[in-house]
């Protein structure tokens, strides 16, 4: 007994800690700026694999990170949703939303090619395909409710994200170093023209993981109007957990997944909801707790035997679908930095938006990313889920 309760002891605050880490991440990122250059998703997805590697967590923690990690996503997707004005960001976002159309179209064509090759005769292969639209149209959030929604055990999941986060930082080096010359060089992109004032406040506040931010979600108008957000935010999993429990039990998850996705969409249209401050940086603070967690998940000994199916999958998921849409954007004439922006926003998700668009030097395409990002946040639960259905029927 004694022994029972020391180790539910180390396990509440080994939660404790993981909800803390992105707050200590924050502080840091404030005093060193190299760590404020990286971003808090890079940092947490580190130093969760970190942690997750080196033996320190407790015995019987593994349940917890699960909990940890199905609930903190269900928590946080209707609070990025809450602040999304549909009908204002269709009107600015212009070449942003073809482009993120283009960028759904690439990753469905490369899907498809990867489902009738590599993923040809495998089992749970359809899986893949779902979780492969999931993350790179929606990002990681959108791969852990399909992994709850589709059923996709833990192996094949924890492999999958493995190599997802390794080639992602591949990628996104490339994205802020040789991309904007590689595109207008190889696929003849033009440049960016500047034809908007993206300095919204709005916009801004989406995109600031600053020590200042977070700092103002703590003054008590806000702290009461973030608590509301947080409240209607656990309504909404409560009440999609409620209806989705009236649905066959195959379909039951992933009912439950899209009731929450489109009860945070309906809810930004309500004017006082989606005017409550703040709302996106404390779903992306929650959100960090989730990479945090899923990293910590992540076994580097997983790379001693490689899967190359999955391996392969998730390469040609990402670089793949990445030339596609670049040609497509050559079609369409769209400028090479909204093309690099939606594709970060769709294969990585908003974090790593400000990330690029830093480096890029170019605050026009913020309101691009973000919404587009969003988006994705919101698309990626629907096709990945359809898309899986329909190459399960294949089988």
């Avoid at 990753?107 to 779902?130: M, R, Y």
């Avoid at 979780?131 to 059923?151: E, F, R």
């Avoid at 707790?289 to 001693?304: G, K, N, P, Q, Y």
Wanted: charged fraction near 10%.
């Amino acid at each position: 007994m004694q022994i029972r309760r020391k180790c539910m002891v180390l396990n509440v605050v080994a939660a404790v800690a993981f909800v803390l880490f992105p707050a200590l991440v924050i502080l840091l990122s404030s005093r060193f700026e190299i760590l404020q250059k990286m971003g808090p998703v890079l940092i947490c997805y580190l130093g969760g694999m970190i942690v997750g590697n080196i033996g320190v967590l407790p015995a019987g923690f593994a349940a917890v990170q699960s909990t940890m990690q199905d609930v903190s996503v269900a928590l946080a997707l209707p609070l990025l949703l809450f602040s999304l004005d549909v009908k204002r960001w269709l009107r600015i976002s212009g070449s942003g939303l073809l482009c993120m159309l283009l960028a759904v179209i690439a990753i469905v064509l490369t899907t498809f090619i990867l489902q009738f090759t590599i993923a040809s005769g495998l089992p749970d292969g359809w899986k893949l395909g779902g979780m492969s639209v999931a993350v790179y149209a929606g990002g990681t959030p959108n791969i852990a409710a399909i992994k709850t929604a589709l059923g996709v055990d833990n192996d094949t999941y924890i492999l999958f994200n493995t190599y997802d986060m390794m080639f992602s930082l591949i990628y996104i080096f490339f994205m802020v170093s040789v991309a904007r010359p590689f595109f207008q060089k190889v696929f003849k992109l033009r440049p960016y023209e500047s034809v908007v004032n993206s300095d919204d406040a709005q916009a801004s506040e989406m995109g600031d993981d600053s020590l200042e931010t977070y700092s103002k979600m703590f003054e008590p108008k806000i702290v009461k109007g973030l608590l509301l957000a947080f409240l209607l935010s656990a309504v909404i999993l409560a009440l999609s957990f409620l209806i989705g429990g009236f649905f066959p039990a195959v379909f039951g998850t992933a009912a439950t997944i899209l009731l929450i996705t489109s009860f945070g969409i309906a809810s930004s249209f309500i004017k006082p909801v989606r005017r409550l401050r703040y709302t996106f940086p404390f779903g992306m603070y929650i959100i960090y707790v989730f990479c945090f967690t899923v990293a910590s998940m992540t076994r580097f000994d997983v790379l001693i035997h490689i899967n190359w199916t999955i391996l392969l999958y998730v390469v040609i998921s990402i670089f793949g679908s990445m030339l596609i849409h670049a040609l497509l954007c050559r079609m369409f004439h769209i400028d090479s930095d909204t093309m690099i922006i939606t594709s970060v926003s769709a294969v990585c998700s908003p974090p790593f938006v400000p990330v690029v668009v830093s480096r890029l030097k170019n605050r026009d395409i913020l309101i691009s990313g973000l919404v587009t990002g969003i988006i994705g946040y919101t698309i990626g639960n629907y096709l990945g889920i359809g898309l899986a259905m329909i190459f399960r029927s294949f089988g």
